[in-house]
Nanobody
Framework: VQLVESGGGLVRAGGSLRLSCSAS????????MGWYRQAPGKQRELVAT???????NYADSVQGRFTISRDNAKDTVYLQMNSLKPEDTAVYYC??????????????WGQGTQVTVSS
C-alpha cells in the first residue's frame, strides 16, 4: 500500500491550498484517514481526521479554516486549507489507519508534502 500526497507549495498569508492524498494497492477498506504536520524543531501533530462514515475531527488551531473530506471510492483524502497563517508552515503527512489490504491490516504514512506560508 502506498500513500501519495500532492498540492503543497508556497503561499502568502491569507491564501489557500488544497492537499490530496491517494492510497494505492490491493486495498479492501480503510477506516480513518487524516493529515498530520511537523514543523521544524517540533513534534508531529494532528491536523484533521475523517472516518469512513464522514465523521471529522480537527485540531483547535485549524478549526474553521481547514476542511477535510474524503472519496471512499478513490481511497483519497483531501485537505482544503483557507486563511493560511505563517504558523501553518510545516511538512504535511497523510495517514491511513485501519487499512485492510491483501497484505493484512495496518497503518500507513505518506512521504510528506511541504507547505510554506509567507507573511
Amino acid at each position: 500500500v502506498q500513500l501519495v500526497e500532492s498540492g503543497g507549495g508556497l503561499v502568502r498569508a491569507g491564501g489557500s491550498l488544497r492537499l490530496s492524498c491517494s492510497a494505492s494497492g490491493r486495498i479492501f477498506s480503510i477506516n480513518d484517514m487524516g493529515w498530520y504536520r511537523q514543523a521544524p524543531g517540533k513534534q508531529r501533530e494532528l491536523v484533521a481526521t475523517i472516518t469512513s462514515g464522514g465523521g471529522t475531527n480537527y485540531a483547535d488551531s485549524v478549526q474553521g479554516r481547514f476542511t477535510i473530506s474524503r472519496d471512499n471510492a478513490k481511497d483519497t483524502v483531501y485537505l482544503q486549507m483557507n486563511s493560511l497563517k505563517p504558523e501553518d508552515t510545516a511538512v504535511y503527512y497523510c495517514n491511513a489507519d485501519g487499512v485492510r489490504s491483501a497484505w493484512g491490516f495496518d497503518n500507513y504514512w505518506g512521504q510528506g508534502t511541504q507547505v510554506t506560508v509567507s507573511s
